[in-house]
Each structure stands twice: as C-alpha cells, then as structure tokens.
C-alpha cells in the first residue's frame, strides 16, 4: 500500500508571495492533517480534514488555509509568506479504529521563505 | 489533551536496550499511547501504540502500568540507524485527530 505522498518536496519563495502545498493519504484514509515544523517550535497542528470538512483548528493565523477533497487528497496554503513560514509542512493521513488513531505521515515538504 | 513529559535527550551504544519513559498525570479514560520516531527532515513514524498493561511488536514493546500515568517504550538491541527523535503522545480520536508534540527525546547510538 502507498504512503502518504506530498508535493513538492523543496520549494522556495519570497516574501509576500503565497505557496500551496499538496498532499495524497494513504488509499482509504478519510482524515488528513497537517503540521508546520520548525527548530524553534517543534512540531506544530495546523489543521485536520476530515471528508472535505475542517474538523480541528490549531492556532496560526488566517494566512494558513487548506481544503480537503472529494477524494480526500488535501492542499495547504499559506498566503502572504514571511521569512518565519520557512519550515517543513507536514501531512499526515489517520486510519481510525474505535478512540485508538494511528497517524501515518509523508515525507513533508519544505518551504524557504527569502 | 494530556501534557507529557519526557527526558530531552539518552546515548547510549549499539546492541542495548533503550528504554524511554514518558510521564502523563492526567491521561484521561479514553487517551491512548502513541509512540513516534522521527529521523531529521523526514515525517514522524508511528512506532506503536497502547491503553493498558504491555505492548509489542516487531519494533518496540511499550510498559504501562495501571495507573496509567506513565509509560515506557523500550527499544531492544539498538543500532545506529535507531538515532533518531522520539516523542509520546497521548489522546484519543473522539474529536477527531490533533496531534500535540511535545519537545520528544532526542536518543544518540553510539558504536
């Protein structure tokens, strides 16, 4: 079975430009997540999809939007870049049994804001 | 979702057991365990997962005692290529999937 595949895997943008981000799940995985990491902050949530709804929110600021698919691929975007969006984006697709999820992650993409 | 803790950082030396405990006072009923490895520049692994009592696999084995209010991922006869971060979630998917890291435990093989 295919891993959870993002695209691309390097990018590198200005500041004020705006960057989106793609993301395939696991073949039957309905929630995808997404998550910035930095040195500075470590591993953060942005948000999680689920069947083409926003079902949580981590705290970023509007510039950081996403949608999810009928198909469940998802995009992330972030508008309106600043130097402190350079990091690698990180998707993860979860399969869920009863409370127990496990999340399966993709390789990540990694932004330079210059 | 439950705070854990962990210890910042563990060496140790090719063909021991590494064990990493984790502590989380307030696991809720429902939180599970979750263990996740992660090399530099690359997504975290899901390396096993737990409620209750012991845990095993082809990879890891995971101790949690009754209380719950810790637990402890042992890593049998390590290699170099197990260096790498580890980190201990605890939560459950009834609100859906929100993962929170916390800083993880960054172990160092050493030959």
């Known amino acids: 079975k295919a891993g959870v595949t993002q695209t691309p895997r390097y990018l590198i943008k200005t500041r004020g430009q705006q960057v989106t981000l793609s993301c395939s799940p696991i073949?039957?995985?309905?929630?995808v997540s997404w998550y910035q990491q930095t040195p500075g902050q470590g591993l953060q949530f942005l948000f999680e999809y689920f069947s083409e709804t926003q079902r949580n929110k981590g705290n970023f600021p509007g510039r950081f939007s996403g949608r999810q698919f009928s198909n469940s691929r998802s995009e992330m975007n972030v508008s309106t870049l600043e130097l402190g969006d350079s990091a690698l984006y990180l998707c993860?697709?979860?399969?869920?049994?009863?409370?127990?999820?496990?999340?399966?992650f993709g390789p990540g993409t990694r932004l330079t804001v210059t | 979702l439950a705070k854990t803790t962990q210890p910042i950082s563990m060496d140790s030396y090719e063909g021991q057991e590494v064990n990493i405990t984790c502590s989380h006072n307030?696991?809720?009923?429902?939180?599970?365990i979750t263990w996740y490895q992660q090399f530099p520049s690359q997504g975290p692994r899901f390396i096993i997962q737990?409620?209750?009592t012991k845990v095993k696999n082809e990879v890891a084995s995971l101790f949690i005692p009754a209380d719950r209010k810790s637990s402890t991922l042992s890593l049998p006869r390590v290699s170099l290529s197990d260096t790498a971060v580890y980190y201990c979630l605890v939560g459950d998917g009834a609100a859906g999937n929100k993962l929170t890291f916390g800083g993880g435990t960054r172990v160092l093989v050493k030959p």
């Open positions: 073949s039957g995985h309905r929630s």
């Open positions: 737990g409620y209750k």
């Open positions: 993860a697709s979860s399969r869920q049994e009863g409370l127990a999820v496990e999340q399966y």
């Open positions: 307030n696991i809720a009923t429902n939180d599970y």
